[in-house]
């Protein structure tokens, strides 16, 4: 199996992603965002690029008698006029159950739209559920390209490192001696440079993924704006099974990707 990583949301604009499985990291935090959401009940994801396009999606919906919450940000702040931000802690049971969720972000809906419809299959990862999503990578059993959202089109530290994680549970799953020996492809694993890169990240950081968002310019912002429950909770490793798959949204709003849970 090729494994292929694209470190930033523009550099997957280039990549040929058809036939194959697409993973998408924006761990700070949509993707963290979009997990907790299903994990807590909410009925489905629909991300979008542009926050006048999202109002006019949310409105759509609750005009259809679909019950919605409208959520979004820039920069990490909460945008003006939304009723929610961008803060997997504010998705609570109570709040998303039977809901469904449309979410603008700054970089993570718009990877997430990138790689819908261009996949065989997209998935949404985190380091809440990176073994589920390493387990359905593998059952899938294709070629899987994991997408960085990045930050403002710069690498982002936390995006590689949910990626790695993803990587490291893979390798874990086809040959655990493969992460102590010298033979390429020994696990049946292809890894790309770039993956190589982020698996060994993975194995810096995870006996503490926390340590990881004080390294990263974004986690050191997000930190700095008061966001410290947000960053402990994007920071749990593997609590998760919820692996959100990305669907088309024609029955719901053509144009739009709506995430459902698996």
Known sequence: MRVTLYPTAESLEQAVLAGGTAVVFDVLRATSTIVTALAHGCRGVVTVVDPAEAQ?????????NIPVLLAG????????????????????????????????????TRALN?????????????????RAV?????????????????????FSLEDALGAGMVVLEMV?????????????????????????A????????????????DHSLHGRKLFSMGLAADLDWCASLNTCEVVPVVGEGKEIIPGCPVIVRS
Request: hydrophobic letters at 40%.
């Open 56 to 64: 006019e999606v949310a409105a759509r919906l609750a005009g259809e």
């Open 73 to 108: 940000e820039r920069g990490g702040e909460k945008i003006p006029g939304f009723p929610h931000g961008n803060s997997p802690l504010e998705f609570r049971p109570e709040v998303v159950g039977g809901r469904m969720l449309v979410l603008t972000t700054s970089n993570g």
């Open 114 to 130: 990138l790689a819908a419809g261009r996949a065989g299959t997209v998935l949404v990862g985190s380091l809440l559920n990176a």
């Open 134 to 154: 390493a387990r359905e990578v593998c059952r899938l059993g294709r070629d899987v390209t994991l997408a960085c959202a990045g930050t403002q089109g710069e």
């Open 172 to 196: 874990k799953m086809a040959d655990p001696g493969w992460l102590y020996c010298s033979t390429p492809g020994a696990s049946g694993l292809d890894l790309s440079d770039f993956a190589v």
């Open 198 to 213: 982020a698996l060994h990240l993975a194995l810096a950081y995870k006996d503490n993924p926390r340590r990881a968002f």
